[in-house]
């Protein structure tokens, strides 16, 4: 079975903070992909990241970071110098073969002046 | 290169009713999802296309729901009778096989469904 958990519901941070959302993932799938979306309040998923199983280096894209290990099956997004316009809820979500996403209950990120 | 586009963006309807939502996947991508996303909740793949084919459906409630995509291109998915627990935001997606894995999906801006 697939899983995806988010533990953090909600977290809030005064803007320049820096912030880790947490992602924790089970499968039994030797090759998956893990993926990383930002959804704001219009409601459309945008695409951050995506991971393969094979590939443990860290990412780091402007302000934006992930760190994956496999070893405790967590991907976990970091942003640094938070800004208001990052305000949103974020997915975190496993795909194995066969094309099948499994989100994570999201976690609310708010970000005040 | 034109979005996901999906209509219409808001409906509100009685329980009993009956409502149909449209998707307009990205041209040339054969592979078209469906998914339920309830307030609080991750989205949850309710059936996937591959061009006019039903590739996964287990999660789809057949008895009030259903689904096609009769050429291959846009989709609808209808509810009939709907439930207040079927109030939530449905989302359309669409993937291209010519990218190869992991067929990255692309969302559209959703259809968001109240159940009074």
């Known amino acids: 079975a697939q899983k995806v958990t988010q533990a953090q519901t909600e977290i809030s941070v005064v803007e320049k903070e820096d912030v880790t959302l947490d992602c924790v993932y089970e499968?039994?799938?030797?090759?998956?992909?893990l993926f990383w979306y930002k959804q704001p309040p219009s409601g459309e998923l945008v695409f951050l990241i995506r991971?393969?199983?094979?590939?443990?280096q860290n990412e780091i894209s402007g302000r934006y970071s992930w760190n994956f290990q496999k070893s405790t099956s967590s991907f976990n997004f970091t942003i640094t110098a938070s800004q208001v316009v990052d305000s949103a809820v974020y997915f975190c979500?496993?795909?194995?073969?066969?094309?099948?996403?499994?989100f994570g209950g999201g976690t609310r990120l708010m970000v005040k002046p | 290169e034109a979005g996901v586009a999906q209509s219409p963006r808001y409906k509100i309807i009685e329980k009993r009713q009956s409502v149909a939502f449209w998707c307009n996947p990205i041209?040339?991508?054969?592979?078209l999802y469906w998914y339920q996303q309830i307030l609080g909740q991750g989205p949850k793949l309710l059936i996937q296309?591959?061009?006019?084919?039903?590739?996964?459906d287990s999660q789809l409630p057949k008895d009030r729901f259903s689904a096609e995509r009769l050429k291959g291109v846009d989709s609808t998915l209808k509810i009939q009778p709907a439930k207040l627990e079927d109030s939530a935001v449905y989302l359309c997606?669409?993937?291209?096989?010519?990218?190869?894995?992991?067929?990255?999906?692309?969302f559209g801006p959703g259809t968001r469904l109240t159940v009074t």
């Open positions: 041209s040339g991508h054969a592979t």
């Open positions: 296309f591959q061009n006019n084919g039903v590739v996964d």
């Open positions: 499968t039994r799938d030797t090759t998956y992909y």
């Open positions: 991971r393969n199983s094979f590939d443990e």
């Open positions: 979500a496993l795909k194995r073969a066969g094309n099948m996403l499994t």
């Open positions: 997606a669409s993937s291209s096989i010519r990218q190869g894995p992991p067929y990255e999906q692309y």
